[in-house]
């Protein structure tokens, strides 16, 4: 039971991924590890005694010595901008998890990957490529990425960098609002056709998983079984139209 008991853990790192996410490296003492796909749960109590609590899915391999999220700033909310913008090395946090089982994955479940996000959806499928990268795990894997901009693509580097290293793994992006000059990407949402072109055919038997706001979410679900996709190997997690602030 203790995953489910609050525990305090101390701010190690907080670093920028976009000018409004960043990342929170997290020391808790006590961690017995998680699945990458799983989340945990922050509760933050002011000082007249109101507590907030948010959920995040975490973005580190559960290899990592410390435990890493990835927070969106979101202007009118509650939580969000204290993590994205206040938050300083050495401050405690009430935490507890991991929580999740279905929206899970490790190399012992094969693949191929489909992995499709919206935003900071991609953080828990980040999970999932940092855990194959550091097992060596061979189950090929492509990543089709929705962002606004190109300086909105949240850990865009270090993707660059896992599938420069790695020739099983793809990764595409689809940037909807704005693209830099002479982009020949994708420059619309994410539909049939695109995910036709990108991801694996339904004979290849993919294991997809697909995390956004609930609106990609469902469409790129339903895109996938009516291009004949067995439902069963496609898995979802979405949030509300603005996220979790």
Do not use: N
Not at 166 to 190: E, F
């Amino acid at each position: 039971m203790g995953r489910l008991s609050w525990r305090l853990a101390k701010v190690a790192e907080v670093r920028p991924e976009t000018p409004r996410v960043v990342t929170v490296a997290l020391d808790v003492p006590g961690w017995d590890g998680h699945l990458p796909g799983q989340h945990l749960d922050l509760r933050l109590t002011a000082e007249d005694g109101y507590q907030a609590e948010r959920s995040y899915s975490i973005a580190s391999a559960p290899d990592g010595a410390r435990v890493e999220l990835a927070v969106e700033r979101l202007d009118d909310g509650e939580v969000s901008p204290y993590l994205a913008g206040e938050l300083r090395q050495g401050d405690q946090l009430e935490l507890r998890g991991p929580v999740g089982g279905y929206f899970v994955w490790e190399p012992s479940r094969g693949g191929p990957l489909l992995l499709v996000a919206g935003g900071s959806g991609v953080v828990p499928l980040m999970a999932m490529l940092r855990h194959r990268a550091a097992s060596g795990s061979q189950v090929p894997a492509r990543l089709l990425f929705s962002s606004r901009s190109l300086d909105e693509v949240i850990f865009r580097e270090e993707l660059e960098r896992l599938e420069a290293d790695d020739d099983g793994l793809t990764v595409t992006h689809t940037l909807t609002r704005a693209q830099p000059p002479g982009w020949a990407g994708y420059a619309r949402r994410i539909d049939a056709v695109m995910l036709e072109e990108v991801g694996w055919r339904p004979g290849e038997r993919p294991l997809a998983f697909v995390c956004g706001p609930t609106r990609l979410v469902e469409a790129v679900a339903g895109d996938l079984v009516a291009l004949g996709h067995d439902p069963a190997r496609v898995r979802t997690e979405r949030f509300g139209p603005t996220g979790v602030g």
